[in-house]
């Protein structure tokens, strides 16, 4: 019944050492988010895709880059991951409401760990 | 861009009495807003929502209010229980946009 989908649960990586966390819904959703959101924060968005639509936050790091092949997939690809990366990665889906808002849901999420 | 603004940060409350967090949004396009709780290790879950053109909605004992003039909304808990203890985030979402702005977070504490 999972709607949607984060993989790996826990990622350990070192410093300067691509990763890759990964995102799939099952909601047939349009619009895909990935958020970071270190301890006792609120999510913070980095990117997010209406379809194949791109959409930087103008604070979302250059390191961060992202993937969407197609509906049900969507990448985080962080390119030398730092220490002060070390986060929950959040993703996330909504429907497109012709206009208005709709209920956002949330993954899971990754646990990122640089060591 | 929109900014969303939430009090209180903490908040103990004695089991059975009502919990209230306020949040407040610039951006006077925001015609949807969310209020979601995280429990520890968890993700997001939505609680209740309310749209603009709506003053105020309830499901159980959970209740959310709508001031567009005054630009706040406010989340409202009766008869807490120890479950309900989280972290409570409102956001802002602003119209013609698939953004969610997050409030900074209301941990809840209901002591037994």
Known sequence: ?115 | GENVEQHPSTLSVQEGDSAVIKCTYSDSASNYFPWYKQELGKRPQLIIDIRSNVGEKKDQRIAVTLNKTAKHFSLHITETQPEDSAVYFCAASPSGTYKYIFGTGTRLKVLA
């Open chain 1, 1 to 115: 019944d999972a709607m949607v989908i984060q993989n790996p649960r826990y990622q350990v990586t070192q410093f300067g050492k691509p990763v890759t966390l990964s995102c799939s819904q099952t909601l047939n959703h349009n619009v895909m988010y990935w958020y970071q959101q270190k301890s006792s924060q609120a999510p913070k968005l980095l990117f997010h895709y209406y379809d194949k639509d791109f959409n930087n936050e103008a604070d979302t790091p250059d390191n961060f880059q992202s993937r969407r092949p197609n509906t049900s997939f969507c990448f985080l690809d962080i390119r030398s991951p730092g220490l002060g990366d070390a986060a929950m990665y959040l993703c996330a889906t909504s429907r497109d409401g012709r206009g208005h808002q709709e209920t956002q849901y949330f993954g899971p999420g990754t646990r990122l760990l640089v060591l």
